[in-house]
């Protein structure tokens, strides 16, 4: 809609004026040296008609004289008969009657017509009298000034002997409201009134007794369940003719449009009261019921805006948001109504389904919520169910949680446009094309309706393909062997319940998360948590430990949403269930599910509001400010009557409240989503995109992200039992001692998938160091074949306790084939293998030693081991963990190099170079850490480094410089000591324990942004962490899945380093596993956020140049665009502009500074004002300069002698073909200006499609401008006149049809001289606002004021 509404109200304007005139100055009257202009011809002037009180005193020439059988009758022509309707047709009577006649006129009667004459010295400020002059001198009067008077002024009487009949203004005709038209309206509206108002009387006394009774038992629950909605529960219910309107407006125009105002009013106010009374409409006509007896229930969930980042707002922005606030809660806007029909089962059982949940009702509690089935949290309770459910207990269960299916609802085409369409935005943009259409302006408002539904065809079309994806992601069915009653039977996965027990089989989609009972599996888990490589599960335990999905039980657990890759039945084990089947007990099922809770949450999200969002509110409110001051002067400058001014008021603030404002802010996004997937970059949550741009921090996992996920196996350095000290280090892992190797090959998680080793990723490569091979029928719970040359023989893993973020260890318990001895081998971290191992076994360099290895980057894992007592396989299970791993004696350490990816030190470098610091959150150690930090230049050359570590959270940090290795007693003084760039040169470390105790004492929060590298964090840690710098910055979390996975969904920008093309862990999802893909997402992020605010910026400055001079010009001068150039302007100007800034690309690296995401930021007022104020400032001068130019004065525009009726005509004239180039070369000007901005998006010159547009355009309309009168600048209107105007100027006969000019110059052909003085002119203009844009918003004055005033709000070492 873009410009459009301006020209309406010029439209307006000029159909609802008889007369118009300039404030500031004589029309035609004075040439530009001062001198009264020269006189002209006007040809074919129509004479009033002279009236006298005797036909006799009429002028020999004007005498009527009429057939015989005929007279002359009182309306000035001969008849048979002068009955009465002719006698009151007399135009000396000015179409007045009665009382409203005046007395000395009621004798007049009419001589005949005087011919029309042509004037040949016509003066336009003195038309009457030159007029009176010329018609007298036709009708042989020769001295008028005595004798001939003016209706209503000079009266018949003493030397006066006729009056011309120059009738005044006719009475505007009104209405008294109490015609049958109006009667109808009250009728109507008036019953409809009152029908609601009784409803609304029997609604409250019928819903009394349900509201008290709601009210006792509200009071009376105090176990309301805590996922239950807030609800309200509801019954059921309780049954063109041409010229009528101009008929029904007393034939006035004007009180046509103020009929049309009035209705316009009345539907906006009705669309704007349905609107705020949406959430409330769909149940208003239903009365309110008891939760038992209720047809429906209407949830209402209160909207939780997130938001981005809080910062200090200023007064005004304060006062806003209290108001902005206060609206939302007095409009209900600050919760989301959602009303479901409540539905029965078979059996009876009543239950509603929200937001893909079943809600039953509670007998006991009279509430609805979720049901839940307690299974057990021990192993030994989960696996006491083994046996399945009975078909009568499934059939209970499936009524009280449903289906095991995420029904995804992806609506229609057209049903989707319909709910794009019923927002408040498309309401607006309808009410004002109706005022389009009413005004004759069809071609023009198809235009806008054209660009308003590829707008939202756009929007439509990506939010189906996003829900169809999400669809596909969330819905499955398939079938899979459960048993029942006893039997396995097959059975649908959308008929699972809590409590089944499934058969898990190679290549099934897992529809729910399960318990492993019995067998291994290894799982695909990529497109539920990112994790890249497959994962092994292992069975609970017989044992009564305590099942916890965080922690230990996560290896037991299938999640719904992965896919199975192999099993393996486990027929003899020590510890757990045995059979020829994997079986798992289904434990959630639906959106109860991990899975389902991401789903429910993408498609449910809170609202997220960011700077701009807040500032938003500012920029409406200076608009509409804005908009009632342009009104006033425009009235004043008009002035006009009070219809004309009310609609110019409501087109004024529609144009500059354009609804395009909140879609330009967001259009950059689309375009950065499109990019980001060619770079296999995947985003499931767009508007997260915006928040990217902004990204301050940036949170990385160590293994697999910084470094290869493989590691290299460099070594290792075994104990000698005898001396209790270290051997020497060697590189070749077969030449350790015998007990060493055993532990190698056999105290893993490895398993082997079709000749692929899948596992974590420490775990493979040491398997690949012991070079033994994986037996693929286990006679207990793996079977390894050690290599050929060591004669250690085959090595059966009688017991396994898997790896446990708490523990830091695992622990395996073997048969050795070869000797019938049963070993258990404990592996894990070396500060943790030290805490459990003899004393005596650890040598007294121990930590020394480990501490040098990690200093070199190696990671490094401790072994320590020991003999059974027994050799019967079956008494392994009669141990626990903690007393098969008590009295283990150190066997040495197992050491691994970590190696950087190939780009990670270009990506950090990259990173901190586009100001955003990086920061390490490991598991592993923090000398490692430190390390690998430093080799890819997170931590900087020559800074010193500070560790803080303690052995529990309840003790002291001690601080330690690692490269002195001297004990730091007060951290303070060391950071204190700051660098050239104003920062500290010294950079902190902390363990997991350390982290802890500064959490605790709420040191974090001063040290945070002083720590580069967190390691031994948990994941409970990460995610503590990552929120900790959500406080201060916007911070980004990349990982590859796993025990990333709760960091990512915590970050505000979560990127998943992930070979899955999408996965719901994250909003980000990089198939592409490299830093680097987080460069990217800035990269393409920050184009977007600056693409958007380059099309905020062309919209504002679209409407000021609108409501700017063009606006004034229209007004003061009463003349108007023609109708082709307004929709050159909106249809291909704008719209092509528009489309080409979206196509504009990143640029090649990240610049030092974020964009802008304030609108009122003083980068984007400085651009604004600047073009706006030159803009202004060049339109202005133009008009100085047309009022300065000789073939101009004395053939200005006159309203007088131009037909106002045709208002397309009324572009027929210099002053309008001045506003016309100016403001079409500032329109075409505004959508290259915010092209500049290479920080963020690629330079000017490469966006080609823009140039392209930009140079047709520029072309185009220079060539109406420079070129002589033409059949394209005629089509125009421009530049061009009537065939006889044209003729009589020496261009020649135009070949092409040419509508009549409505000037009486017949032209608006500009001098040919004028016109390459205009278009330098135009020219200027452009350059200036280019220059302002180069040289101050982007270029060194804007570098020189970044420099004395930086706007860095967040000052941290990079």
């Known amino acids: ?193 009152l029908l609601i108002l009784v409803w609304s009387v029997y609604k409250g006394f019928a819903e009394q007794s ?135 089962t078979s059996e009876g059982r009543i239950y509603f389904t929200y937001q893909c949940t079943r809600y039953v009702f509670d007998e006991q509690t009279q509430q609805y919520a979720p049901y839940e089935f307690d299974l057990g949290t021990s192993h030994r309770r989960l696996i006491q169910q083994a046996d399945g459910l009975s078909g009568a207990e499934v059939a209970y269960r499936l009524e009280l949680v449903g289906p095991n299916f995420i029904e995804v609802k992806v609506p229609s085409i057209p049903a989707a446009f319909a709910r794009e369409f019923v927002s408040f935005f498309y309401l607006y943009q309808l009410i004002f094309l109706w005022a389009f259409y009413f005004y004759a302006y069809w071609q023009v408002g198809l235009v806008d309706t054209g660009v308003i539904l590829l707008s939202a065809t756009i929007k439509v079309v990506l939010r189906v393909q996003s829900e169809r994806r999400l669809k596909q992601m969330a819905e499955q069915e398939e079938t899979t062997p459960v048993k029942r009653d006893g039997e396995w039977l097959n059975v649908s996965t959308r008929d699972l319940v809590p409590g089944d027990v499934i058969e898990v089989t190679t290549g099934a989609h897992m529809s729910c998360d399960c318990v492993l009972l019995s067998g291994n599996a290894i799982m695909n888990e990529s497109s539920l948590t990112g994790e890249p490589l497959p994962i092994r599960k292992f069975p609970v335990r017989i044992d009564d430990s305590h099942y916890n999905v965080a922690e230990a039980g996560k290896m037991s657990t299938l999640f719904a949403g992965t896919v199975v890759s192999q099993v393996q039945p486990v027929t003899k084990s020590t510890d757990s269930l045995e059979s020829d089947r994997v079986l798992a007990l289904v434990r959630f099922t639906g959106t109860m599910s991990d899975k389902g809770q991401l789903v429910r949450r993408i498609l449910f999200p809170n609202p997220i509001s960011f700077i701009f969002n807040e500032q938003m509110r500012i920029v409406v409110c200076i608009l509409v400010l804005y908009s009632i001051f342009v009104m006033i002067m425009a009235t004043y400058l008009y002035k006009g009557n009070s219809v004309a001014i009310a609609f110019y008021g409501i087109f004024a603030i529609a144009q500059l409240l354009s609804p395009l404002l909140p ?46 996920d493989n590691l290299e196996h460099y070594g290792g350095r075994c104990i000698d039992p005898a001396t209790g000290k270290f051997i020497e280090f060697t590189s070749d892992l077969l030449a350790t001692d015998r007990l060493f190797q055993q532990a190698v090959a056999s105290c893993h998680a490895v398993a082997d998938l079709n000749g692929q080793l899948i596992g974590n990723p420490v775990d493979i490569e040491q398997f690949r160091a012991s070079k033994a091979t994986i037996d693929p029928q286990p006679e207990y719970l793996d079977a390894i074949q050690t290599a050929p040359d060591t004669n250690l023989g085959k090595i059966h893993v009688v017991r396994r306790f898997q790896f446990v973020h708490a523990r830091a260890s695992m622990s395996v318990v073997i048969l050795d084939e070869s000797t019938g001895k049963l070993h258990v081998f404990v592996k894990g971290s070396f500060e943790r293998l030290k805490a459990i191992s003899s004393a005596r076994s650890v040598p007294a360099d121990y930590d020394e030693a480990c501490a040098d290895l990690a200093r070199e980057g190696c990671y490094v894992l401790a072994f320590a081991h020991k003999t ?93 410089d690692v490269d002195t290795r001297e004990p730091v007693a007060d951290i303070q003084p060391h950071l204190a000591e700051l660098g050239s760039d104003g920062f500290s040169t010294t950079e902190l470390a902390v363990g997991g324990a350390a982290f802890e105790r500064l959490c605790a004492t709420g040191e974090i929060d001063t040290l945070l942004f002083k720590i580069r590298v967190f390691a031994r964090m948990k994941p409970t840690h990460k995610v503590e962490c ?34 899955a093309e999408a996965s719901i862990v994250s909003p980000f999802s990089a198939s592409n596993r490299s830093v680097m893909s987080c460069v990217e997402l800035l990269r393409q992020s920050r184009a977007g956020l600056a693409t958007s605010f380059a099309n905020f910026t062309a919209l504002i400055c679209y409407g000021q140049v609108m409501s700017g001079m063009l606006k004034m010009a229209s007004f003061y001068f009463s003349i108007s665009l023609t109708e082709n150039l307004w929709m050159l302007i909106d249809g291909a100007i704008a719209t092509g502009m528009m489309l080409t800034i979206s196509l504009s690309g990143p640029a090649e690296r990240l610049a030092p500074s974020r964009p802008t995401s304030r609108i009122l930021g003083p980068q984007m007022l400085a651009s604004v004002g600047g073009i706006v104020l030159m803009n202004w400032l060049f339109s202005a001068m133009s008009y100085v300069w047309l009022f300065r130019q000789d073939w101009f004065r004395c053939n200005e525009h006159s309203a007088a002698e131009s037909e106002a009726t045709k208002w397309w005509l009324q572009g027929d004239n210099y002053e309008s073909s001045i506003m016309s180039f100016v403001s079409t070369f500032q329109f075409i000007n505004n959508g290259f200006v915010v092209n500049y901005g290479y920080l963020h998006r690629a330079k000017w010159y490469k966006n080609y499609a823009l140039l392209t547009v930009w140079a047709f355009l520029m072309a185009f309309v220079s060539y109406m401008l420079l070129a002589d009168p033409n059949q394209v600048g005629c089509a125009f209107r421009l530049n061009c006149g009537t065939s006889s105007a044209l003729e009589g100027l020496g261009y020649g006969t135009p070949t092409w049809k040419i509508e009549p000019y409505n000037s009486p110059l017949g032209h608006n052909v500009i001098p040919q001289a004028s016109r390459y003085k205009l278009w330098g002119y135009c020219l200027g203009n452009m350059a200036a606002t280019n220059l302002w844009q180069i040289f101050v918003i982007n270029g060194p004055v804007r570098r020189l004021l970044q420099k004395k005033k930086p706007l860095r709000r967040l000052k941290v070492k990079l």
């Open 210 to 344: 349900v509201r008290a009774a709601t009210l006792n038992k509200t009071s009376g629950a105090d176990n309301k369940h805590p996922d239950s909605p807030g609800t309200d529960y509801y019954g059921s219910l309780p049954g063109k003719y041409s010229g009528k309107l101009y008929s029904l407006a007393y034939g006035s125009d004007n009180l046509e449009l103020a009929t049309f105002l009035i209705l316009w009013g009345i539907s906006f106010i009705i669309l704007i009261v349905l609107y705020v009374l949406k959430p409330h409409l769909r149940n208003y006509f239903r009365l309110l019921a008891l939760p038992s007896k209720g047809k429906y229930v209407c949830v209402v969930r209160p909207l939780h805006e997130v938001k981005v980042i809080e910062e200090n707002t200023n007064w005004l922005q304060h006062y806003i948001n209290v108001f902005t606030g206060w609206l939302q809660v007095s409009l209900s806007r600050d919760k989301e109504y959602t009303t479901c029909p409540i539905e029965k």
């Open 1 to 193: 809609m873009f410009g459009l509404l301006p020209r309406v109200v010029a439209v307006l304007a000029l159909l609802v004026t008889v007369s118009a005139f300039q404030l500031w100055h004589d029309v035609n009257r004075y040439d530009a040296h001062g001198n009264e202009c020269l006189y002209r011809e006007k040809s074919d002037v129509v004479c009033s008609r002279l009236c006298v009180t005797d036909l006799s005193s009429c002028p020999t020439s004007l005498q009527p004289s009429c057939p015989d059988n005929q007279s002359f009758c009182a309306d000035g022509e001969c008849h048979d008969e002068c009955t009465d309707d002719i006698q009151a047709q007399n135009p000396c009577h000015c179409s007045r009657s009665g009382s409203k006649l005046p007395s000395e006129a009621q004798n007049l009667v009419p001589c005949l017509t005087i011919p029309n004459v042509t004037i040949q010295q016509f003066h336009a400020w003195n038309s009457e009298e030159d007029i009176r002059i010329a018609c007298g001198a036709e009708a042989n009067i020769t001295d008028q000034s005595k004798t001939v008077g003016v209706w209503d002024k000079n009266w018949i009487g003493g030397d006066i002997e006729a009056v011309w009949a120059e009738c005044p203004a006719a009475p505007t005709p009104n209405y008294k409201y109490n015609e049958s038209y109006w009667i109808a309206t009250y009728a109507v509206n008036g019953a409809l009134a």
């Open 1026 to 1059: 990552v929120e900790h710098h959500m406080k201060y910055a916007v911070t980004a979390m990349c990982g590859d899945g796993g025990n990333d996975s709760l960091a990512l969904r915590a970050a505000h920008v979560g990127i998943a380093l992930s070979d």
């Open 868 to 960: 059974l007592d027994t050799a019967d396989p079956a008494r392994v299970g009669e141990f626990t963990q903690d007393e098969l791993e008590s009295g283990c004696d150190m066997l040495g350490l197992l050491v691994f190099k970590n190696m950087l990816k190939s780009d990670t030190a270009q990506a950090i470098a990259e990173l901190k170079h586009g100001s955003t610091r990086t920061v390490m959150i490991t598991g592993d150690t923090a000398l490692t850490g430190i390390v690998i930090a430093r080799q890819c230049g997170m931590i900087p050359e020559n800074t010193r480094v500070l560790l803080g570590e303690c052995k529990t959270p309840a003790d002291e940090i001690q601080w330690v």
């Open 663 to 708: 879609a330009a802010l967001v259009i950059g996004q689309s375009v950065a989503a499109t990019r980001l997937r060619k770079k296999k970059i995947y985003c499931v949550d767009p508007q997260r995109i915006m928040t990217a741009g902004k990204v301050q921090v940036l949170c990385a996992d160590k293994t697999g992200t910084l470094t290869r």
